[in-house]
């Protein structure tokens, strides 16, 4: 990718229309769409692409995300997926970047019998939802994939569960944005108050906590990256959910031979990896795909998703601050709701769009008033850049 405008410290005169902080995929797929309508724009973010997008897998997959209790959120990721398409096509053919978009879909297996019954009720409850799940018993399965293991005893095809790659995601959606007129500020934003700007978009991760007071919680996920033997492409197509001994994994083959495995989920804000960690992720990686036992380690990390108290994502106008916009707390979804983050939000800022129905069970006001308010500093420094995102 060419013809990125230089990045500056130095805000215009003018004042911004918009001033979006936190320079991960959501904040600047938010600030791409708002300089795309004429608006003028500042991201503020001392380290845009290197927080949570960084260690992200990319799974778009609203249908093996779908959870028991989390109607409203499976209806905001479904249509967020729905939406992926276009947005891919446009952002490459602004960019004229690869993303890694790929949809081959999701596999989603079981290892054992016990493995099985479990995943069974997830698919049983997702398919009551209308959502396109189709049950494979083993010989299929191994039609699809031949390199998983002789063991898995039978899985699932979601079809409409794709992939991106957010390293590729992230400058893509920076150089769209900046080609339409946004600047990066990198500088870190301590108080909302010192910000200037007819509106600020609060799209800071788990940062979003000490800047708005509302309840986003880091929750820890350690990843690996493998890479396929002699450079060539990953041995199997589809994204690999799987059910392992009681274990979650999940592989993610990319073109460049690329794996990512993942992931943790602890309720720690620390950032170090441990071994038993990496040991029950490629332990459960290779029962259900033996030949990743071959295959190269070249990256442990540990990143931290930005989670609220019921695992929905916090948006729309910050409780007495009518122009404070938040779209934070994406927790897992942060990249497959990437598009419709973006689109709701900017309709709020320009005021045109109905987003009403989509926005109402994530809105600010569903918690209490937060405590803090915009004079709440920054507490700390936060490891990496303030950027929103989640992964898967």
Not at 17 to 33: E, F, H, L, Q, T
Not at 96 to 117: F, P
Request: with cysteine; glycine share 12%; charged share 20%.
């Amino acid at each position: 990718m060419t013809g990125r405008p230089a990045t500056t410290n130095v805000v215009s005169q003018r004042r911004p229309d918009v001033a979006v902080v936190g320079g991960g995929p959501i904040g600047w797929a938010v600030a791409w769409r708002c300089a795309a309508r004429g608006l003028r724009v500042v991201v503020h973010d001392p380290a845009p692409g290197s927080g949570a997008s960084h260690v992200a897998a990319g799974m778009l997959a609203p249908v093996a995300e779908a959870y028991f209790g989390e109607r409203e959120l499976t209806a905001l990721l479904t249509e967020s997926a729905g939406r992926w398409p276009g947005f891919a096509a446009e952002l490459t053919e602004v960019t004229g970047a690869d993303i890694g978009y790929r949809t081959e879909g999701t596999l989603m297996v079981g290892l054992t019998v016990d493995d099985l019954a479990e995943a069974r009720r997830l698919w049983a409850y997702q398919q009551e939802l209308g959502l396109p799940v189709t049950p494979l018993r083993p010989s299929p399965l191994r039609d699809r994939e031949p390199a998983l293991a002789p063991r898995v005893r039978g899985g699932a095809l979601a079809a409409t569960d794709h992939q991106v790659d957010p390293r590729r995601l992230v400058p893509a959606l920076r150089l769209a944005a900046e080609r339409a007129g946004a600047v990066l500020v990198a500088e870190p934003v301590r108080r909302l108050s010192d910000v200037t700007a007819g509106a600020t978009v609060v799209a800071a991760g788990c940062g979003s906590a000490a800047l708005t007071g509302l309840p986003v919680r880091p929750v820890k996920g350690q990843v690996l990256r493998l890479r396929a033997p002699d450079g060539g492409p990953p041995g199997f197509r589809h994204v690999i959910r799987g059910y392992v001994d009681g274990e979650h994994v999940y592989l993610v083959p990319r073109d460049s031979g690329e794996v990512v495995v993942g992931a943790t989920v602890e309720e720690r804000s620390d950032l170090d990896v441990s071994a038993g960690a990496v040991l029950r992720l490629l332990r459960a990686a290779v029962d259900l795909l033996p030949e990743i036992a071959e295959y190269d380690l070249v990256e442990t990390l540990a990143g931290l998703r930005p989670g609220t108290p019921d695992n929905a994502p916090i948006l729309g106008p910050l409780p007495g601050h009518p122009d404070v916009l938040v779209a934070t707390g994406h927790h897992r979804h942060g990249i497959v709701l990437t598009p419709v983050t973006a689109d709701l939000i900017t309709d709020l800022v320009t005021g045109e769009g109905n987003s009403d129905t989509l926005l109402a069970p994530f809105r600010p006001d569903r918690f209490a008033d937060p405590p803090g308010g915009l004079g709440a500093p920054v507490a700390g420094t936060f490891p990496h850049s303030t950027e929103e995102n989640s992964w898967n």
